[in-house]
């Protein structure tokens, strides 16, 4: 396969953007009064307004040519259809068989994943009810009232930013807390709240071997045997989620209290298994099956839509445009909804671990720019803060405002500020503000002219900063399903374009196995140190903390 900019379509693309680049979405909006109906799209309950980008019919049909090239459409279908597409693990990439409800077979190897998927979700269920119902207790005989969710990466950052966006769906009489951060003082603040005879510990990590998540749970641990739990009561209160059975059972946990992973399901991709639980546990397994839901809508819009309709096509042919042809380094996420302030980080991962990549699965080295800096934050604070460089910085960021049309509290009047401030700052971001008008703006007020000169250009706003926006009804489970998974599908779309695999993380490995290295010199000072000379000096100062 041709690398990207080998492409004709991508030759095309750079021809057209020549003149595109210059145009003004001000004269755009000006010249077409149906560009709003021309340039938004609709998948399930989402809808996307991506008229504020800096594009024209030209530009879409030239992007969408640019996937049609890269045969995004059979790479799509074969990953649904359980094709090897993570070369350099050789896996499959299959976590849309986690929420499947078309009830038909989808093969791994020839073998069929359903079943197993479904009897893990038969599992959760059933679990979930009697912790809920309290058939399920603690060594004490006593109901759980907290679960203490251990893990890290993509078993962390899903579960907890999920369960803080569906606050409003949470059931009463069970709370749950994460623990991500090897910093001791993560888990000593939260064991400091938790009851220990109606404490339920969680582990989640698909490999049983991330030494943050194994260290904070051998601290639970600890925790638990030192304050009147015995050693015979820790099947009672300990669990996990992994795919690796045997290192689970070698920790000491239970075999009925491991619930199964497989290795076709990426740690970003794992929210919609039984690393769900967390989920699960807090809303309810009906609203779980609802996010589930929405996630399997999602995917059906990406697998049948055509390209000029498909919601995550369109979000990833935008993205490559602004990264590849403006030069755009960044791109920031805005959901104007308290609940979702923490989906900007979510996505962080999502993106930033899928397509941090600069060489492709055949060897290449690639001499072009892959995944953005993922970043953002709640509207509007933001407003108030980082939006400045937005408006007026000299670098171009693209950004996605994320706005539920009801709110989970209509508080008078609070939702349609919110709204107001959402759909202003895409209007500001787009249209900005002339020279002529804030000259005019000065008439009258008894400036001299040298003096207008001066401020004017302070107060100029070039505009033509691209937006998109993503509407729902309201943020219930099923949206936020919709929602992570067309994100999911924008980071696929464009991990295609480029050529390069989203599904592995080899960029962090050598940080952990430093890490190692590093930890066994901490604890035994007799090791030589032997590395270059500013490591070796932050060694040494941690060895001499005490001196
Ligand atoms: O679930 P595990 O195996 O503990 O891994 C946690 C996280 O670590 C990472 O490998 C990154 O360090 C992520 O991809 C993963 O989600």
Not at 43 to 72: F, P
Not at 212 to 223: D, G, H, R, S, Y
Not at 338 to 361: C, I, W
Not at 456 to 478: C, D, H, R, S, Y
């Amino acid at each position: 396969m041709a690398l990207f900019t080998q492409l004709k379509s991508y030759q095309a693309l750079q021809a057209h953007f020549e003149q595109a680049k210059n145009l003004h979405m001000r004269d755009l909006f000006a010249q077409d009064p149906e560009r709003f109906n021309k340039f938004s799209a609709k998948a399930c309950g989402i809808e996307l307004d991506y008229s504020k980008n800096r594009i024209t019919e030209e530009t879409k049909a030239l992007l969408l040519d640019l996937a049609r090239e890269a045969l995004v459409e059979e790479k799509r279908d074969g990953m649904f259809a359980g094709a090897r597409i993570n070369t350099s693990e050789d896996r499959a990439v299959l976590h849309t068989a986690l929420r499947n409800k078309s009830g038909n077979p989808v093969l791994c190897d020839g073998v069929d994943v359903m079943p197993e998927v479904q009897a893990t979700l038969a599992k959760m269920k059933a679990f979930v009810n009697e912790v809920h119902n309290g058939t399920r207790t603690g060594y004490t005989g006593k109901k759980f009232t907290d679960v203490l969710a251990i893990g890290i990466g993509g078993s962390f950052l899903g579960p907890k930013i999920m369960t803080e966006a569906l606050k409003p769906y949470r059931v009463d009489g069970l709370k749950v807390h994460f623990v991500a951060n090897v910093d001791g003082a993560h888990i000593h603040d939260v064991l400091a709240t938790l009851p220990i005879e109606t404490t339920l510990v969680l582990m989640s990590s698909k490999s049983f071997g991330t030494q943050e998540t194994l260290k904070n749970t051998e601290t639970a641990k600890a925790w638990f045997l030192e304050n009147g739990g015995k050693f015979e009561d820790i099947a009672k209160h300990f669990m996990c989620v992994s795919s690796n059975i045997k290192a689970a059972t070698e920790f000491g946990m239970d075999a009925d209290n491991i619930f199964p992973m497989w290795d076709w399901v990426g740690g970003r991709y794992s929210l919609w298994s039984a690393i769900g639980l967390p989920i699960a546990l807090a809303l309810g397994f009906d609203n779980f099956e609802a996010l589930l839901d929405g996630a399997y809508e999602m995917d059906q819009h990406f697998l049948t839509a055509p390209l000029e309709e498909n919601v995550p096509a369109l979000l990833g042919v935008l993205g490559v445009w602004y990264i590849n042809f403006f030069g755009a380094q960044s791109h920031v996420l805005l959901p104007y909804d308290h609940y979702l302030r923490g989906f900007p980080a979510y996505v962080q991962q999502l993106d930033m671990e899928s397509n941090g990549k600069s060489a492709t699965p055949t060897g290449d080295y690639l001499d072009y720019a892959t995944g953005p800096v993922i970043w953002g934050g709640e509207g509007t604070n933001g407003q108030h803060a980082f939006h400045q460089l937005i408006h007026q910085g000299t670098v171009l960021i693209p950004a996605d405002f994320i706005m539920p049309l009801h709110s989970q509290h209509e508080m008078t009047n609070h939702h349609a500020m919110l709204a107001s401030n959402c759909f202003g700052q895409t209007q500001a971001l787009m249209q900005g503000k002339t020279v002529e008008q804030v000259k005019a703006e000065f008439a009258g007020k008894g400036l001299t002219d040298e003096e207008i000169e001066k401020v004017a250009p302070q107060k100029v706003f070039e505009g033509n900063k691209p937006t998109n926006t993503i509407l729902m009804e309201k943020l219930t489970p099923n949206a936020l399903g919709q929602l992570i998974a067309m994100y999911e599908h924008k980071v696929f779309v464009q991990g295609i374009i480029w050529g390069i695999n989203s599904f592995d993380q080899w960029g962090v490995e050598l940080g952990k196995v430093l890490g190692n290295d590093v930890l066994a010199k901490l604890e035994d000072s007799s090791i030589e140190l032997n590395g270059d000379s500013s490591t070796n000096a932050l060694i040494e100062k941690f060895r001499n903390r005490n001196a």
